[in-house]
């Protein structure tokens, strides 16, 4: 409550209608960001089409056998393909990781129209370590794949959240949005043909650069033995596999270490595909400061009030 009157004192009430400029438009070199995205989005689709159609489970070589042209990864310390444990990891981790990204934008969006009165419980849930509430649900579930979902997703949606409601906030701002009425746009078609496409973009590409957190809290838990169980192939409990062998078998972190880095460089680049790409042609800007009304909407808007107030028809 403290923190949500600060906020509102020092930035001195709600934005009224009108009151923000229109975003510029995207400019810049995407050249370096495709290459980024390309080459990283190979490396791990030929992981996982190299490493899928093995037996992570099967233990046919030596203990910490080191890696070779047909082990690239080196096995494990029970003498599993490395590869395998790794892509196969990889369903593991991050297919549990990009649902719980989605489940956050799609809470964000829920709370979003509830305004500073998500801001409460927002903050109380960000307060939460994602260890700590990974430890309350195995007391109270046991440790499993879904307990940790749940942990992170816990920690998770209230950025999300906060941030989808000030993304409506200024959009609701925005010069075009306040003739949409006088066009007869009803409530629906404005928010989902208007204030959506201006939260939903900008939300999505948080949520992807919040993917590498989250895949990284999920390895986190197995790797305390709060998440996936063995001999469960997750890159947390791959980890922790391996962190005693380390000086003379590097490999054997080495291998899922890579694979978390490999999954940040593919979001972040995602992220930046996505930002540099042009506003829509119908959210009611030029993209140069410049702001238009609606297609719908009146062609002389000279009577309009210098407050910013909506006439009546």
């Given amino acids: 409550m403290l923190a949500a009157a600060a906020r509102r004192v020092l930035r001195g009430g709600p934005l009224p209608a009108g009151s923000l400029p229109a975003p510029p438009e995207a400019r810049g070199n995407r050249r370096v960001q495709r290459w980024t995205a390309g080459l990283s989005y190979a490396a791990l689709l030929a992981m996982l089409g190299a490493g899928l159609p093995r037996d992570p489970y099967a233990i046919n070589y030596l203990r910490l056998q080191a890696p070779s042209l047909d082990l690239p990864f080196g096995a494990d310390s029970s003498g599993r393909d490395l590869l395998a444990r790794v892509a196969h990891g990889t369903l593991g981790t991050i297919l549990p990781a990009i649902l719980i990204v989605l489940c956050a934008v799609l809470i964000g969006l829920l709370l979003a129209g509830a305004g500073d009165i998500s801001r409460g419980p927002s903050m109380i849930a960000n307060a939460t370590p994602p260890i700590l509430a990974g430890v309350i649900i195995a007391a109270l579930a046991g440790p499993s794949v879904g307990g940790a979902a749940v942990a992170v ?3 998770t949606w209230p950025p999300l959240a906060t941030h989808a409601a000030s ?18 746009l009803g409530r629906e078609q404005i928010w989902f043909r208007h204030l959506l496409p201006a939260v939903l973009a900008p939300l999505l590409r948080h949520g992807l650069l919040r993917l590498p957190g989250v895949a990284l809290a ?96």
């Fill in 153 to 155: 997703l816990w920690v």
């Fill in 167 to 184: 993304l409506l906030e200024e959009a609701r701002a925005m010069p075009h949005i306040r003739w949409l009425p006088l066009a007869g």
């Fill in 218 to 313: 999920l390895a986190a838990l197995g790797f305390l033995g709060l998440g996936a169980q063995p001999p469960t192939p997750e890159w947390g409990l791959l980890l922790a596999e391996g962190i005693g062998y380390v000086e003379r078998a590097p490999w054997t972190a080495v291998a899922p270490a890579l694979c978390l880095v490999l999954v940040s460089v593919c979001a972040v680049a995602a992220a930046g595909m996505s930002s540099s790409q042009r506003p829509p042609k119908n959210s009611g800007y030029t993209g140069a400061g410049t702001t238009v009304a609606s297609s719908n909407a009146p062609a002389d808007t000279s009577a309009a009030p210098a407050d910013g107030t909506v006439p009546s028809r």
